[in-house]
C-alpha cells in the first residue's frame, strides 16, 4: 500500500509541477533571439558540460536529427562547438562556447525570475517547509541518479 501513496503522490507533484511550468511557457520569452527549445538545450549542456548527440537526444527525449537542426543554428551562431570524436567518426560532441555561456546564464537567470515571481506570495512557512523537503527530494533523486548513471 505505501508504494501505491508514493506512486499517487509522485504522480500528482508531476502533474502540478507540470501546470506551474506552463505558466512559464506562457509567458513569450526568447532571450536574444532563440527560442524556447533551443535555449533548454543551450542550458542544458552547459550545465552538464561536453556531451555527445546520441546522448543528449537521449536526455532531451528527441530523435537525432531533430536535434541536429537546432544544433545547427546554435553552432552557426556561435554558442556551441562540434567535434567529431577522431577515435570513433561516428560519436559527434557538442560543448557550449563563451557566447553560448552567457546566454545559457542570462536564460538560468531569467528561469529563477520567473521562479521567484511565481512563489512570491508562498508564505514564509510554506517556503521552508517546501525548501527542506525540496532538499530531501534533491537528495534521494541525486542518490538514484548516481546509482542509476
Not at 45 to 69: F, M, S, Y
Not at 76 to 81: A, F, K, N, T
Not at 126 to 149: P, Q, V, Y
Request: hydrophobic share 40%; with cysteine.
Amino acid at each position: 500500500m505505501a508504494r501505491k501513496e508514493f506512486v499517487k503522490i509522485l504522480e500528482s507533484n508531476i502533474m502540478i509541477m507540470d501546470k506551474l511550468s506552463d505558466k512559464f511557457k506562457r509567458e513569450p520569452t526568447v532571450l536574444s533571439g532563440y527560442p524556447r527549445q533551443q535555449l533548454s538545450i543551450l542550458v542544458r549542456l552547459h550545465i552538464g558540460g561536453p556531451a555527445r548527440l546520441k546522448d543528449i537526444a537521449r536526455r532531451e527525449l528527441v530523435t537525432a536529427p531533430n536535434l541536429c537542426a537546432a544544433f545547427r543554428k546554435l553552432e552557426r551562431d556561435g554558442l556551441v562547438l562540434r567535434r567529431i570524436d577522431e577515435d570513433d567518426r561516428r560519436n559527434t560532441w557538442y560543448s557550449v562556447t563563451a557566447a553560448g555561456e552567457k546566454i545559457a546564464t542570462q536564460a538560468m537567470e531569467t528561469m529563477r525570475v520567473a521562479i521567484e515571481k511565481l512563489f512570491a506570495k508562498l508564505s514564509r512557512e510554506d517556503e521552508d517547509a517546501l525548501t527542506k523537503s525540496l532538499k530531501t527530494i534533491n537528495s534521494i533523486l541525486t542518490k538514484m541518479e548516481l546509482t542509476n548513471a
